[in-house]
């Protein structure tokens, strides 16, 4: 092996995105979004659904009166706005915003109680009910957001003040919850303060955080189960999709080989797990994951990232379940499918690992927020007939366009925290070298053996697969670079200043590593294969049987109907149909060959004997994430083939 | 025109079912079913939901304390039950089952309070809430069904007992509801009562009865509408498909040109529209109806005849909108398409009405009952994943096996009384002659220009193509005979006494007219194509894009999981395949080349751009109203072509 089983992640600090394809949208993220996501926090945005995030904190605080409103997660929409904004400060310095969060910071604290506790939702509407509802309350759940985005303020600023209003709030957790018998044996219904404390842990360095995890995750699906038990689960028992699986908590994480129940909860436990599995070198939780990891992405999968295929309950169903026009996949599912990949890589090094997460940020990810920032959906179908959306009660959960804001916005906020932060996905690190996981133009700088290592990647990826690496190292030094071999790249040519490189070059698990003395001016050029093609599904999704999707690289792309006409289902690729890529200013898209049943050769009978009458049309293809962007319409992933 | 404008039903005195396919299944109602259901009404079905229907009557009565159980419109169950034993007596005298209803005739009328009104839910559950939910109550709906069980018990018995207690209910109805300023200007949220007011209206010569159906018609749909304004509606208020569309009262119902809502409920009330329109003569009716049957039959309706395509609010939705696998096509609705068909018929002589009838029957309404008349389906769906079906919650209202009995058991006795009434829909008749609509083979007696004349009808339909009617005139005389030429058949062959006819012969409309005159031993031997073949859907019917159904007659066949293996989706059907139509034992079936997908070849993968690897197969299909009847599986309707 080439390549050390340390991996760690990049400081984002060092990495600065110069890329085309999503520069701007990461510039978008920080220009545009978060200030208009601070609006909407604050209710300011006309005609969207009332958040009263700060509002709550305030009434909390005892600065306002009035009554709580939202969600009682309502905490965690905030949360996830610092840690966006903390991020984008990281890059591009802006005191206004700075002032901003240290202000709602203040607030925070002013709504703490004095023996750490803070949740609005509890302390405001129901403060006899405190750590009563496991399974629906959040508490947990918030404080892990304000965990995450205490460490990412703390990560941008230096600034400790609130790290240490929830370091409080964890030490009060840790004095009421855990394994000896004084305590509480609990956890929260939603996972997310697992992967928070280990966070904490890292830049506390305090280790009860890790213990306190560690319960946790161990404490999980043990039975009998204490969330059936509790009120908070009168939802559970009367509707099965809410049962313990849904909180992946019918088996003990241990004993759990298939995702099971709301797909966040599940990414986020996963998250965790695979954090403690690296944190102690768990070789059992490594195994478990890895046949998680196989179940969501060979069974439970959309071709875009998405996962969770039931409205009801946000939830995984059944293998090869993969209905296209009343999917969920909701976008923070997919986010969440990036964070468990990311963290899959760091424990086992492998490529399969960053082509899903490649594919769910181009595709599932990019597709929440529409192209002007404004505009966000919660829900990814992959098939969408704005007629039926609006009107089939089972496609209830279906929006044909993106809305403003929402009254559970998890998502929006979401989506700001991946791309403010994806510097840290493009590289990770090991003690003898670098791999390049994504082929995102950036500048970064590193630190190898105790030399400065300078990268800079210029590509117009992934509308070309070409890149150029360019190295700047302080003085030359040996250490191993490794390059992402995308599976969906045929074939792929990788060269050194110019030349084919013939030594100190091997291909292990998805990459190429290139160990080699580098020096300052050295390049690497590669050339990936990237043409558009047809995807098939397994045979077993029963909707995809002899159909296909377009893909080029990492992109899925989808029809229209603002580009192909109504009744897009009508539309079928010949099987030798001739494939084009094209671009123009920038936006990627297919055209195609295709045929069309012509309706009016039915004369308007709903049945008939005879064949349907074809024409010849060309149908063209944009990226599936940039769906819904035009005049609203009909959109289609999986093509007939003909 | 050949054909008379006065069309009338035949009286089921009159004929003798004796058909081979169906004879065995009305067999079965009448010796298992009927005795089956009864006991079902009685709780007396081991594991079965309980009834409580007689019970309720009793409870009603003041015989037994107790309280009152099951759905506010229980009492229909019990109706609809005595109906199809009313009609059973007529060809199968059976004095130990007139005994029983009488004795419940009995109880019934000690349920009826002094005024005249009955119902047992708001006797004995709500007696203070009379009238007061016409939007889910269903008190003159069950009024409805016990008018139409004592209708049709009187023709079986002339016993006018029932009828009795039914006109001093209608009378009491009569006197509190209608358009006069003293009386509540009100409709049933279920309709039913109309069709039924006719009927009675029909024995009893009471024109009231006929004016208070107009009214309950013509008042519908009028806005504002008083069902928003009550409590009942509570339901709606919260559901918007349980909205006005629901109950059909969204529009007055001469405005009325597209099918909305519940199915069942539409079908009841465009039964008495019929009738009304025929009654009165009302051609602004009759076009209105035209319009409806268009809508229903060219826009909205499964190629099994099923219709509703959605579960919540078991209803109407849009053009082509018709899902296979969440298909509602409640075994009711389709029963109340042949009813509706079968008015039609009678209002405008043309064999499309007849073809739908006959769709409708052999198919969706078949599929309700088990083989053995003791299972039954409430949902008819056009394709069946078990595991799909038991799993998601867009599929929680769809049974892979059909069960024994229903809390909401309005489908069983409904299949009951539309078998057991089956001789009503073999011919109509007008003042110059008999028009055959279905052929089932029968003997029957029909009164022309005051001369009787007997047909035996002698066929293996729909087996066979073939159908010899031989004839029995007390003296020779002219009169029209019409046979339907149903529209799936590409060419027929018709003879008399052996020879091609050549004159006074007329094709109409679906019909074959032959007026001449009739001797004793005249023999009319008719010949339908009837080959084996793949019916497509109008490319809008998205679901349906590239795919087709496998009929012959009027049979539409589907695979099982049986006889095809499990994944059926993996299966299609190549362009050319030969389509082989066989029969064992009086079970038709077909055999079809057709490939299938090698799951195999995707080595686990869910997604890859190979193309799929196919092997040759023979496939088997049976009737789709078989289905479910061996070990439970998959079953598809639609198959793909290739």
């Not at 990226?623 to 005049?631: A, E, K, Q, V």
Request: glycine share 8%; with cysteine; net charge negative.
């Amino acid at each position: 092996m080439l390549i050390s089983t340390i991996i760690k992640a990049v400081d984002l600090k060092n990495i600065k995105i110069t890329d085309n394809y999503l520069g701007d949208r990461i510039k978008l993220v920080t220009d545009q979004v978060i200030p208009y996501q601070w609006k909407a926090l604050n209710d300011e945005i006309p005609g969207a659904p009332k958040s009263h995030s700060i509002e709550n904190f305030r009434i909390a605080a005892g600065q306002t009166a009035g009554e709580f409103h939202g969600m009682p997660f309502q905490d965690s929409d905030l949360a996830k706005w610092i840690e966006a904004a903390s991020y984008s400060l990281i890059h591009q310095p802006n005191k206004e915003l700075e002032q901003k969060i240290d202000n709602v910071i203040d607030l925070i604290s002013a709504a703490q109680l004095e023996n750490g506790y803070m949740n609005t939702y509890f302390t405001v509407a129901k403060p006899d009910s405190k750590w009563t509802d496991f399974s629906h309350g959040h508490e947990l759940y918030c404080a892990g957001h304000l965990i995450e985005a205490a460490v990412a303020y703390f990560e941008a600023t230096g600034k400790k003040k609130f790290l240490d209003i929830m370091c409080r709030f964890v030490d009060h957790i840790d004095s009421i919850m855990g394994p000896e018998p004084h305590k509480r044996q609990v956890y929260c219904g939603h996972e997310e303060i697992e992967l928070a404390l280990i966070k904490l842990y890292k830049v506390t360095n305090e280790r009860r955080y890790l213990k306190l995890c560690e319960y946790f995750i161990n404490e999980r699906g043990k039975q009998p189960c204490f969330l059936a038990e509790e009120n908070g689960f009168a939802l559970g028992a009367n509707d099965r999709w809410f049962h313990l699986d849904y909180h992946q908590a019918h088996l003990p994480v241990r004993e759990q080989v298939t995702a099971e129940g709301h797909s966040v909860r599940a990414m986020y436990l996963y998250c965790a797990m695979t954090d403690l599995a690296i944190e102690t070198n768990d070789e059992q939780l490594k195994d478990v994951l890895k046949k998680l990891w196989d179940n969501v992405t060979n069974r439970r999968m959309y071709i875009t990232g998405g996962i969770g295929s039931q409205g009801h309950g946000e939830r995984f169903t059944l293998d090869y379940d993969l209905p296209n026009d009343v999917a969920y996949a909701e976008t923070c599912a997919s986010i969440g499918l990036i964070f468990w990949a990311n963290r899959m890589l760091k424990m086992d090094p492998d490529g399969k690992y960053a082509d899903i997460l490649e594919l769910a940020l181009y595709n599932s990810v990019l597709s929440g927020m529409s192209l002007d920032g404004t505009k966000y959906f919660y829900v990814n179908p992959l098939e969408v007939f704005p007629e039926t959306a609006s009107y089939r009660h089972d496609h209830k959960h279906i929006a044909a366009q993106r809305v403003g804001w929402f009254g559970c916005a998890c998502c929006p906020p979401n989506i700001a925290r991946m791309l403010t932060s994806l510097g840290e996905y493009i590289y990770t690190q090991s003690n003898d070298g670098i791999q390049v996981q994504l082929y995102i133009g950036n500048e970064s700088e590193f630190t190898i053996g105790g030399n400065k290592v300078k990268l800079s990647m210029n590509t117009n990826y992934p509308i070309s697969g070409d890149v150029l690496i360019d190295m700047d190292v302080e003085t030359s030094h040996t250490f191993s670079i490794g390059l992402r071999i995308p599976t969906w790249s045929s074939d792929f040519k990788v060269m050194l200043n110019g030349e084919t490189i013939t030594t100190g070059v091997k291909i292990v698990n998805g990459y190429l590593y290139i160990n080699r003395q580098w020096d300052k001016g050295d390049q690497i050029s590669l050339q990936f294969e990237m043409e558009a093609k047809k995807v098939r599904a397994n045979p077993r999704v029963r909707e995809n049987a002899g159909k296909i999707a377009l893909k080029r690289g990492p992109i899925v792309f989808c029809l229209e109907e603002v580009d192909n006409g109504s009744w897009l289902t009508s539309l079928s690729i010949p099987k030798n149909a001739e494939i084009t890529f094209k671009e123009k200013g920038g936006k990627p898209f297919i055209q195609v060959e295709a045929t069309r049943l012509v309706e009016d050769s039915f004369y308007g009978n709903l049945y008939g004997s005879e064949e349907v009458e074809v024409e010849k049309v060309e149908a063209k293809a944009i990226p599936y994430s940039d769906w819904g962007n035009r005049t609203p319409g009909e959109m289609l992933v999986w093509i007939r083939e003909s």
